[in-house]
């Protein structure tokens, strides 16, 4: 398998605020990397690495097997890029940034840019202060794709699409760059979006990699498990490998990364017992790995 | 307690404190060195004048166009105590920043500064400012207001108490001292003033209370919400998006290299040419307004006009286009997949041929317009005159303007780099330039005053010889060291460079300079490398923010 993305131990500060705390990643082809995080979790910080816009503190960054910050260039001519500030040129037509980045692209499929424009109902005669946010997420992401970049690197493309855009549109978009071989990473905060659209998920949380693999992998190995206990229970129960345990009285949800067994274990020394156990959602996941965050370091 | 006007009072100084602190405390510092050499009317000068220059910013707090505090309008406030605060606040803090470094002046050296007069005036500038720029989001009407606001306040100065004695001002520059007597407001003087503010201070509520209503529309110049650079919305954007309007030609697509050019042209490069030939026209009437006038008054704004072409061509067009977001450069322009070293090579080469152009049409116009002037006695047409110079001096023309070019390319690749080393160390250089200042004044007056003998500025020029060309070795080192400029960039650099200082010299030999000073002759000889030091400077520095 050819790895596409390298990044080693890679931190960076902002002032006194570590916002990436040694981050490994690898990217391979063919496959859609998700990132995750709450808000100031890294996420925009770990794209702008990918892209060589910021210069790591420490650790590598490798793109294709180059140095973005050294050959920016090389690097960025095989990329497809869409940010989330949405930061085009007012004075621009979206006509005239077709063209304009058409210019940096020789791989530039025009009619797929065309259907793409089509898909969207976009007005190619507008200027971009006279267009929505949505409008110029749909149109940032047309130039982002439509010379099929062997990258594609998307910082939340959700923001500002509409539901229905979302889901036709966008996912037909990163079906088809991965289908035709090349990979795909974006940031969301949507995580059923991510749920659905990704082979692998990192979920970052104050810079650090909280969770990282697979998507099935990750849920897999994260349950959440109902249980009850005989008599009301004043504290939340101490169990062993437990993430999060939120509930009260005698009915308590769990989220764990232990097997079942060894929770069934835990829970029979309060005489509790198992009533339900299913796979956590990503949402769940990421909840319960933030409050438990929060707690250690007020502990601490 | 914590009200609304204490908020808005305390959200107006934080917006300010920095530039109302450094400013009057360096006003006091450079007031106190001339004030205990008895230069105290000078020390009145610098201090009025930081002091204007404070009453002209305070009022504008950041870059947001219009109602500086706006995102209050959400908020449960009054709209009267929502512009009467702050309002207040300007009128306070600027006629402040005069008067407590004129009454620690006073105090402390004797010198006899004037005080709540100079005071009353400063901040009732600072309200004019204020009335000018807060009443609406329209760009070219801001800019109109502001210009009638600059208008007012040059009446207010004419006809107040101190300009009533322009000929003992006249007199007193002659005697280097201060006195009280500079600036006297009557009683009635004080009422003038209050009424206006009060004028303004009602005008500005009622305005704002629209912009608060969503009935003040900015106009087709201002921006969307997307990009602090436009945000401001000022008359050299709604240039700019005229410009585009009319001036728009398709973006070709056969390389980035043409596609760059396209995209600096049309919407930073055109502009500009565009105010040259405007002030191009304007320059005829301006020198038939002062043959007419007997005055030398058109003819020095005549003079001054050439610096507009080059204040609107590095005014946004380098590295100056912020995002919204903290980002230094915009994803957009960062992202581009093209070398730091070629994209602001291209930003240079298009802004200085805009430049260029505006000023040799300028030049052209004036030229063609000297016959208006009927003292000024000339042999046959311009036009033959021209072709009779070129005849003449051709090759020296053709070298000067080789030389010229260079060099305002060179200025403008430098400003660009400071601009960029500003904004990723914002504070510390600015500390750095104020230490430069600082230390070059002390040392000027240290000379002036006698106290170190005259041979030191030599030592600092000959150091400055030596610096010059070892910084720019340094440089072209790191760039090369840190791919920014590749080896074939540098080769290609340097081969220019030595055109470059051939023609230079050459020019300098024929202009008689060799034969100065000794340091001086080095000292232009060394400056020749500058080109070459920004071939350096100017990607590295950009690298810097383009590659946080």
């Known amino acids: ?300 | 307690m914590w009200t609304p006007a204490v908020a808005t009072l305390w959200e107006s100084w934080r917006l300010t404190r920095r530039r109302l602190l450094l400013v009057p405390a360096l006003a006091t510092l450079c007031g106190w060195l001339l004030a205990r050499n008895g230069v105290s009317l000078l020390t009145f000068i610098i201090l009025f004048a930081a002091a204007t220059g404070m009453a002209l910013s305070l009022p504008l707090f950041g870059t947001r166009p219009a109602f500086p505090l706006s995102k209050s309008f959400a908020r449960p406030i009054r709209t009267s105590v929502l512009v009467g605060t702050p309002l207040a606040y300007v009128f306070a803090a600027a006629a402040a920043s005069y008067l407590l470094p004129a009454a620690v002046l006073r105090v402390a050296t004797g010198a006899p500064l004037p005080l709540f007069p100079a005071a009353t005036l400063v901040g009732a500038l600072a309200v004019l400012v204020a009335g000018g720029s807060w009443v609406t989001r329209n760009a070219t009407d801001r800019t109109g207001l502001a210009i009638g606001a600059y208008v007012v306040a040059g009446l207010m100065l004419k006809f107040l108490g101190p300009f009533r004695y322009a000929a003992k001002v006249t007199r007193a520059f002659s005697v280097k001292v201060a006195s009280p007597q500079l600036c006297v407001l009557s009683a009635l003087d004080y009422l003038a003033v209050l009424l206006l503010l009060a004028v303004i201070y009602l005008w500005i509520s009622f305005m704002v209370a629209r912009q608060r209503g969503g009935e003040d529309e900015p106009s087709c110049a201002d921006p969307s919400p997307g990009r602090s650079a436009s945000e401001r919305g000022d008359i050299l954007e709604s240039i700019r998006s005229s410009c585009v309007q009319v001036l728009r030609w398709r973006c070709p697509v056969s390389s980035p290299t043409s596609a760059e050019i396209w995209f600096e042209m049309q919407y930073y490069g055109i502009p500009v040419l565009v105010i040259g030939a405007l002030l191009a026209l304007c320059i005829p009437v301006l020198i038939q307004w002062a043959n007419g006038s007997h005055s030398a008054i058109p003819l020095v704004i005549a003079a001054c006009s050439f610096c507009a072409p080059f204040l609107a061509g590095v005014g946004a067009s380098i590295w100056n286009r912020r995002s919204s977001s903290r980002e230094k450069v915009p994803a957009f322009e960062a992202a581009r997949p093209i070398g730091t070293a070629e994209l602001i090579g291209l930003q240079v080469l298009v802004t200085t041929l805009c430049i260029f152009a505006a000023w040799v049409l300028m030049a052209a116009s004036a030229w063609l317009s000297l016959p208006l002037l009927t003292d000024l006695h000339q042999n046959g047409s311009p036009a033959a005159r021209a072709l009779e110079l070129i005849h003449q001096y051709g090759i020296r023309l053709l070298t000067g303007a080789i030389v010229g070019f260079t060099l305002l390319a060179t200025i403008i690749a430098l400003l660009a780099a400071v601009r960029a080393f500003a904004s990723s160390n914002g504070v510390r250089t600015l500390i750095g330039a104020l230490c430069v200042v600082l230390y070059i004044v002390v040392v000027i007056v240290a000379v002036a005053q006698g106290w170190i003998d005259a041979i030191v500025i030599d030592v600092h020029l000959w150091g400055l010889v030596i610096v010059m060309p070892a910084a720019t070795v340094i440089i072209l080192g790191k760039a090369l060291a840190g791919g920014i400029l590749t080896a074939r960039q540098v080769a290609a650099a340097v081969l220019a460079w030595l055109l470059f200082a051939v023609l230079s010299v050459d020019l300098l030999r024929t202009e008689g300079m060799m034969n100065a000073a000794a340091v001086l002759v080095a000292l232009s000889l060394a400056a020749t490398v500058l080109p070459l030091m920004a071939v350096g400077i100017a990607p590295w520095s950009l690298s810097v923010i383009r590659h946080a």
């Open chain 1, 1 to 300: 398998m050819t790895i596409l993305v390298e990044i080693e131990a890679l931190s960076r500060r902002y002032g006194s605020t570590l916002a990436l705390d040694n981050v490994s990643l690898q990217a391979e082809v063919g496959l859609v990397y998700g990132l995750v995080g709450a808000n100031g979790a890294g996420k925009t910080t770990l794209i702008k690495h990918l892209l060589g816009l910021l210069r790591p503190h420490r650790g590598t960054v490798r793109v294709f097997g180059l140095d973005p910050v050294r050959d920016p260039v090389a690097v960025l001519r095989r990329v497809g890029y869409l940010s989330e500030q949405r930061d085009l040129p007012e004075w621009m037509r979206l006509e005239e940034l077709l063209r304009y980045t058409q210019a940096y692209h020789p791989s530039w499929d025009q009619a797929y840019a065309e259907r793409l424009l089509e898909d969207f109902g976009l007005d190619r005669g507008k200027k971009f202060s006279d267009l929505s946010q949505g409008m110029r997420a749909q149109a940032g992401l047309v130039v982002a794709v439509a010379h099929r970049p062997e990258l594609l690197v998307l910082d939340e493309p959700s923001s500002g699409l509409d539901v229905v855009v979302r889901q036709d549109i966008l996912d037909a978009i990163v079906r088809t760059v991965v289908e035709d071989g090349r990979t795909v990473i974006f940031s969301s905060h949507l995580l059923d979006e991510v749920e659905r659209m990704c082979d692998h998920v990192t979920v970052l949380h104050e810079g650090r990699v909280a969770v990282q693999g697979p998507v099935d992998e990750v849920r897999a190995t994260h349950r959440v498990s109902q249980v009850r206990f005989p008599k009301p229970l004043e504290s939340t129960p101490h169990v062993e490998g437990a993430l999060s345990i939120a509930g009260d009285g005698r009915s308590w949800s769990i989220i764990h990364t232990s097997a079942l067994e060894s929770l069934r274990e835990a829970v029979a020394q309060s005489r509790g017992e198992i009533i339900e156990s299913r796979t956590a959602t990503l949402e769940e996941i990421l909840i319960a790995r933030v409050r438990r965050s929060n707690r250690q370091r007020q502990a601490a």
